[in-house]
C-alpha cells in the first residue's frame, strides 16, 4: 500500500453530486484521476476534497482510476488507503474491478482484489448480456493475465450471464484460444448452453474456428470430426 503524506479526517460516506460547488470540485477530482497525476490528487485531498464521489452515473472516483488507458495503481492504492469503496457498483452495476479487468489492467486487478473486491460481483443492467461477471470482462477482450488472476482468486468459470453466455462460450465466439484453454483448465463446462442452446463446440463450428474445436473435441474424448 503507498503511504500518504498527509493526515486523513473522517470523509463522508459516497454521495451522488449535487450542487455547483460539488460538482466543481468532483470535475477537478475526475480529471485528475483521469491524467494519473498522484500529486496533484494529494494536493486535493490536503485541500479537503472528498474523494469519495461519484458522477451522475454512479461512477466513483476509483472506478474512474481503473478504467483509465494508462492506470496508476499508486491512485488506486491510494484511493483504497481513503476509503473509497472498491465494492460500489455504478447505474450499470459495474464495479472497480470489472472496469480494470475490461481494461486488462493486470497489476489494479490484482490491487482490488487484494483490497477485498467481489470477484463474483455481476453487472446486472448492462444493455448487452446482462449479468456479466468480471471474468466475463476479462475473457471475451482476451486478457489472459487478467483471466488468470480472477480464477486464482475464486472466479466462477461456469456463472452465466442473461444470455446464458458462460466465460468459456464468449470467449470461444472470439475465437480467442488462450482463454479458452485457460477456462476449460480451470474447469470450464463444455457443455454448457446459451439460451439459443449453443454449446462451446456448435459456436466453434459455426465460426469455423479449427482449433479450438480440435481442443474441444479432445477434451470431451471425441475424434476431431465431432
Not at 480529471?31 to 476534497?49: C, F, N, P, R, W
Not at 486488462?104 to 461477471?133: C, F, H, M, P, Y
Not at 463446440?201 to 471425441?222: H, Q, R, T, Y
Request: glycine share 6%; proline share 2%; with cysteine.
Amino acid at each position: 500500500m503507498i503511504p500518504l503524506a498527509i493526515v486523513v479526517s473522517d470523509l463522508p460516506e459516497l454521495e451522488k453530486i449535487g450542487d455547483d460547488q460539488n460538482q466543481q470540485r468532483a470535475m477537478n477530482i475526475f480529471e485528475v484521476i483521469q491524467v494519473g497525476s498522484i500529486d496533484k490528487l494529494q494536493e486535493l485531498v490536503k485541500a479537503g476534497t472528498d474523494v469519495k464521489v461519484s458522477d451522475n452515473s454512479g461512477v466513483t472516483t476509483l472506478m474512474k482510476a481503473a478504467a483509465s488507458r494508462s492506470p496508476d495503481c499508486n491512485i488506486v492504492q491510494t484511493l483504497i488507503a481513503l476509503g473509497v469503496d472498491v465494492n460500489a457498483n455504478d447505474e450499470n452495476g459495474k464495479t472497480a474491478l470489472m472496469y480494470a479487468s475490461e481494461r486488462g489492467s493486470i497489476q489494479v486487478v490484482q490491487v482490488l482484489l487484494a483490497a477485498g473486491a467481489d470477484v463474483n460481483a455481476k453487472a446486472e443492467k448492462v444493455a448487452i448480456g446482462w449479468n456479466r461477471t468480471a471474468l466475463m470482462y476479462a475473457a471475451w477482450l482476451d486478457h489472459a493475465d487478467t483471466v488468470r488472476a480472477l480464477i486464482e482468486s475464486g472466479a466462477d468459470v461456469n456463472v452465466k450471464n442473461s444470455d446464458g453466455d458462460t466465460a468459456l462460450l464468449g470467449a470461444v465466439k472470439e475465437g480467442y484460444i488462450e482463454i479458452v484453454r485457460i477456462l476449460i483448465d480451470a474447469g470450464a463446462d463444455i457443455n454448457a448452453r446459451n439460451c439459443n442452446d449453443d454449446t462451446a463446440l456448435s459456436l466453434a463450428v459455426s465460426e469455423d474456428f479449427p482449433v479450438i474445436i480440435e481442443m474441444l473435441c479432445k477434451e470431451a474424448g471425441m475424434s476431431r470430426e465431432c
